[in-house]
């Protein structure tokens, strides 16, 4: 009974390279949602997904920001050529049917440091 | 525009007495909220929600009232413990949308 998985749990990037988060939601999970948190802020939201479709992109950067949920294998959530404003956690969460009541079930996020 | 807003970022109580954290919203299409416990280096942890239909709901040491006039609502934590030290989230949603976060408040409960 895994819960939602993510990984790397740290990973620093240079200046203008491609970070890469990974996220498996837990099983029967097929909702995601994406949220990151900057240093003394709360967690703002970036993206949710569904499989193959993005049902809400309203809070992902229009620049450099990508993400995916495939039929098969975990959710990526993509940076292209970061800069040190990435620098943050970023929080991958999952529902078995979409926002409720009930409330997401959150990966223990990765730690993005740009150098 | 912040949404959901947490004014008191940190708050420290004695063990065994009542801790009281507060969340006011702007939004009135809100009609979910539910409030997130968070460790260092872990994801937050969903506690306890209400819908804008009821003005508490009440789950063991964890109380959460609604004031949808004042567009207020607060978490009682009775009695409080140590273990309880923590970082606490007000989240709100729609229409079965997204969950838009507070900023956090820091509980500290000294022994």
């Known amino acids: 009974n895994a819960g939602v998985m993510q990984n790397p749990r740290h990973l620093v990037r240079r200046r203008g390279q491609e970070a890469r988060l990974r996220c498996s939601p837990m099983?029967?999970?097929?909702?995601v949602y994406w949220y990151r948190q900057l240093p003394e802020e709360g967690l703002k939201f970036m993206v949710y997904?569904?499989?193959?479709?993005?049902?809400?992109e309203s809070g992902m950067p229009k620049e450099r920001f990508s993400a995916e949920f495939p039929k098969e294998g975990p959710s990526i959530l993509r940076i292209q050529q970061v800069v040190r404003g990435d620098s943050a956690a970023y929080f991958c969460?999952?529902?078995?049917?979409?926002?409720?009541?009930?409330?997401?079930?959150f990966g223990s996020g990765t730690r993005l440091t740009v150098v | 525009d912040q949404q959901v807003k947490q004014n008191s970022p940190s708050l420290s109580v004695q063990e065994g007495r009542i801790s009281i954290l507060n969340c006011d919203y702007t939004?009135?299409?809100?009609?979910?909220f539910l409030w997130y416990k968070k460790y260092p280096a872990e994801g937050p942890t969903f506690l306890i929600s209400?819908?804008?239909?009821?003005d508490k709901n009440e789950d063991g040491r964890f109380t959460v009232f609604l004031n949808k006039s004042a567009k207020h609502l607060s978490l009682h934590i009775v009695p409080s413990q140590p273990g309880d030290s923590a970082v606490y989230f007000c989240?709100?949603?729609?229409?079965?949308?997204?969950?838009?976060f507070g900023d956090g408040t820091t509980l500290t409960v000294k022994p």
């Open positions: 969460a999952s529902s078995p049917s979409g926002p409720s009541n009930y409330g997401y079930t």
């Open positions: 099983k029967g999970h097929s909702h």
């Open positions: 997904l569904q499989k193959e479709n993005i049902i809400d």
């Open positions: 939004n009135s299409m809100f009609d979910y």
């Open positions: 209400i819908s804008s239909i009821k």
């Open positions: 989240a709100a949603s729609y229409s079965a949308g997204k969950s838009t």
